[in-house]
């Protein structure tokens, strides 16, 4: 199971007073050297977190991989043909939100991701699609010409053990196998800490997980190096 470390609110801290520290090409650089196999940073729309330079500056140093995060604009496509990261990631983005809520509606917006997507794909990046687990979305992943989907475990993270929780975790599995039958590369995250990780790392199809705020969280309290390794001896248990 490889973790990816999405590094969005170590830049949410610095933009906090406009300043300059934590630098999140410096976390990105200490996250590698602790076995982090994977960057993802999600550029938004109006740039609450992180900006246009470390995007730049994150695709001179990431060794591993480096993840756009970004929704399906003509800006972001932009942006991303330019920088050429190793894989974008289309999200769906609202202005109020704190956090994406949800999973792309690919069903909806088919038509208009195909052609999106073929762009990205002539610039030789790989395109993921985060997606809910939900059987028909991510068949709709798979007609609009991704190879990769990732599923959102938020629901499922909001909830403590219990039946309802239990039952989320089936709804996911049962998604991940689905799109694994479709021939699709699995990962998942949103939510996923500590605590709540280990029944997702368990699931076979899965082969990579996105993981940010309960890391940066951690990092504030044991620094960037420790709570990366802690997170990666935790998925070496599943």
């Given at each position: 199971?490889?973790?990816?470390?999405?590094?969005?609110?170590?830049?949410?801290?610095?933009?906090?007073?406009?300043?300059?520290?934590?630098?999140?090409?410096l976390?990105?650089?200490?996250?590698?050297?602790?076995?982090?196999?994977?960057?993802?940073?999600?550029?938004?729309?109006?740039?609450?977190?992180?900006?246009?330079?470390?995007?730049?500056?994150?695709?001179?140093?990431?060794?591993?991989?480096?993840?756009?995060?970004?929704?399906?604009?003509?800006?972001?496509?932009?942006?991303?043909?330019?920088?050429?990261?190793?894989?974008?990631?289309?999200?769906?983005?609202?202005?109020?939100?704190?956090?994406?809520?949800?999973?792309l509606?690919?069903?909806?917006?088919?038509?208009?991701?195909?052609?999106?997507?073929?762009?990205?794909?002539?610039?030789?990046i790989?395109?993921?699609?985060?997606?809910?687990?939900?059987?028909?979305?991510?068949?709709?992943?798979?007609?609009?010409?991704?190879?990769?989907?990732?599923?959102?475990?938020g629901?499922?993270?909001?909830?403590?053990?219990?039946?309802?929780?239990?039952?989320?975790?089936?709804?996911?599995?049962?998604?991940?196998?689905?799109?694994?039958?479709?021939?699709?590369?699995?990962?998942?995250?949103?939510g996923?800490?500590?605590?709540?990780?280990?029944?997702?790392?368990?699931?076979?199809?899965?082969?990579?997980?996105?993981?940010?705020?309960?890391?940066?969280?951690?990092?504030?309290?044991?620094?960037?190096?420790?709570?990366?390794?802690?997170?990666?001896?935790?998925?070496?248990?599943?």
């Amino acid at each position: 199971m490889r973790l990816a470390l999405n590094i969005d609110h170590f830049a949410t801290l610095r933009q906090a007073r406009r300043g300059d520290e934590p630098d999140p090409v410096l976390v990105a650089l200490l996250a590698e050297q602790a076995g982090a196999e994977g960057i993802v940073v999600h550029l938004r729309g109006d740039r609450r977190h992180i900006q246009d330079r470390d995007i730049r500056l994150l695709r001179q140093v990431v060794k591993t991989k480096l993840n756009m995060e970004m929704a399906a604009t003509p800006e972001m496509k932009r942006i991303a043909m330019e920088i050429l990261p190793d894989v974008v990631s289309l999200v769906p983005e609202k202005p109020e939100e704190l956090t994406t809520e949800g999973g792309l509606n690919v069903a909806a917006a088919l038509d208009a991701l195909i052609p999106f997507i073929a762009d990205l794909h002539r610039a030789k990046i790989k395109v993921s699609i985060f997606v809910d687990p939900d059987v028909r979305q991510i068949g709709c992943c798979r007609e609009a010409g991704v190879s990769l989907v990732e599923i959102n475990t938020g629901k499922y993270a909001d909830q403590k053990p219990g039946p309802v929780r239990a039952e989320l975790l089936g709804v996911i599995k049962e998604a991940a196998a689905f799109g694994r039958s479709l021939g699709l590369e699995i990962h998942a995250g949103h939510g996923l800490d500590y605590r709540n990780v280990l029944p997702i790392a368990a699931i076979p199809e899965i082969s990579e997980l996105s993981i940010g705020y309960s890391i940066v969280a951690r990092a504030a309290v044991v620094g960037v190096e420790r709570a990366v390794t802690e997170m990666i001896a935790l998925l070496e248990r599943r």
